[in-house]
């Protein structure tokens, strides 16, 4: 069988400095032939000039391949999987490193590498292998970015009119999906505002080995054949999903020194539907990322999950809860995961909020304080829960 061939993408908005960094790597690269892929969505095609300009890229023989009017995770899917699929078989090249778009998921780019696309019949795991997923930070502008409250449509970013992305939306997607976290332009912010943003970025991705960056100079043997890459325990290493599996054994008085904390509110009792979602829209400043599963009165069948990132917060159904479904399939549940009983309630079942909240200078008393008073009160609990308002409105079947 032929070796596969190993594969980096680099992930990061837009100017956090992956083609910068690429060069770099391409340039202190001796001993492997790199291909490199570049997505790029921009008419004139920047990224292609500068590291067709590059030095040392035909010194080591790098192929450069340029996927021009779409990006990674969408439009140009297709384009990827069989330019992937080229080079690989071309048999001369020894790693391919990859740079989507800088508005790109990492998730679907990364699933495709990891399945076969039915549709194309490629199967990119016969000559490829994920070997390491990259998101580039820009130390200098993320809280801006984070904060601005801006959607990539309103700053002309947007793959099309129903891309309807938030900034912090894509900037939390890729830093909770990756192995190496690499913060950049280091040159541009004070050591302790960076300090700062460093226990932040920990407690969003616990899991990613964080480098900072200067002008993208890294070691190449930090994103290049690392090995680290595993689907699944990439996507269970988001913080906020750690601190629901580990509560308070995830947490390290070191990173609660800088104000940076975190902590899960439970409920057993659920939402007032339209309180809970006038909290989402004024949640205090101090929470930078918030998600979980929220069991709201006016939607029995249903959980639902918010995830909030910056001034961006999204609510809506998940998954059924499993006291909703057809006895025979609830069986089938408990057999094939037990411990669901464990916190099984009666009347309820499965039903209960369970919400991470990731902040700095949290006051968590305060914010349980909120919480509990968007809980019905006993009034409410006590009267017909569909008579309430449903601030949603949706359809499901
Ligand atoms: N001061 C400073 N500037 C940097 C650093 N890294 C990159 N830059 C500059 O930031 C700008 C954007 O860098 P790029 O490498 O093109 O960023 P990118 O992520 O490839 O951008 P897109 O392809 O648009 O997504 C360029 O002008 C770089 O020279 C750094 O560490 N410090």
């Not at 679907?108 to 000559?127: M, N």
């Not at 979980?292 to 249903?302: E, K, L, T, Y």
């Not at 809506?316 to 464990?342: G, H, N, R």
Request: aromatic share 8%; hydrophobic share 40%.
């Amino acid at each position: 069988m032929t070796k596969r061939i190993p594969v980096t993408v680099l992930s990061g908005y837009l100017g956090s400095g992956k083609t910068t960094m690429m060069n770099h790597v391409l340039q202190n690269n001796k001993d492997l032939r790199v291909a490199v892929i570049v997505n790029d969505m921009s008419e004139i095609n920047i990224d292609a000039e500068l590291i067709a300009n590059g030095s040392g890229i035909s010194r080591t023989e790098e192929k450069f391949v340029e996927l021009s009017n779409g990006c990674i995770c969408c439009t140009l899917r297709e384009d990827l999987l069989q330019e992937v699929e080229r080079l690989a078989k071309l048999g001369n090249i020894d790693y391919i490193l990859i740079e989507s778009t800088g508005i790109s998921e990492p998730i679907p780019v990364a699933q495709t590498f990891s399945y076969l696309d039915e549709e194309l019949g490629i199967d990119l795991t016969k000559f490829c292998q994920l070997d390491t997923m990259v998101t580039v930070v820009d130390a200098h502008r993320f809280w801006h970015d984070f904060q601005s409250g801006e959607s990539l449509l309103e700053r002309k970013e947007a793959v099309g009119e129903l891309d309807e992305r938030d900034v912090a939306d894509l900037l939390i997607d890729q830093i909770e999906f990756c192995d190496v976290l690499v913060l950049n332009k280091c040159d541009l912010v004070s050591a302790e505002e960076l300090e700062r943003l460093e226990r932040i970025l920990r407690a969003l991705q616990p899991e990613a080995k964080l480098i900072r960056t200067t002008n993208g100079v890294i070691d190449p043997a930090d994103i290049l054949n690392t090995g680290r890459f595993d689907f699944e325990r990439v996507s269970e290493s988001a913080g906020w999903l750690k601190e629901l599996e580990l509560g308070h054994e995830n947490h390290t008085p070191e990173t609660e020194e800088y104000g940076i904390s975190s902590f899960t509110y439970k409920s057993k009792r659920p939402f007032h539907p339209m309180r809970f979602v006038e909290w989402c829209d004024q949640m205090p400043e101090s929470i930078v990322r918030a998600k979980g599963i929220v069991w709201s009165a006016r939607h029995q069948d249903v959980a639902l999950l918010l995830s909030q990132a910056g001034s961006s917060a999204k609510i809506e159904p998940v998954s059924y809860w499993i006291a909703a479904l057809p006895k025979a399939q609830q069986q089938d549940v408990f057999q094939q995961s037990p411990e669901v009983l464990e916190d099984w309630d009666e009347e309820f079942g499965d039903r209960m909020t369970q919400l991470v909240i990731i902040g700095i200078d949290l006051n968590r008393e305060d914010i349980i304080k909120q919480l509990d008073s968007c809980l019905l009160t006993d009034e409410e609990f006590h009267n017909p829960w569909e008579r309430l308002q449903d601030p949603f409105n949706w359809e499901w079947h």
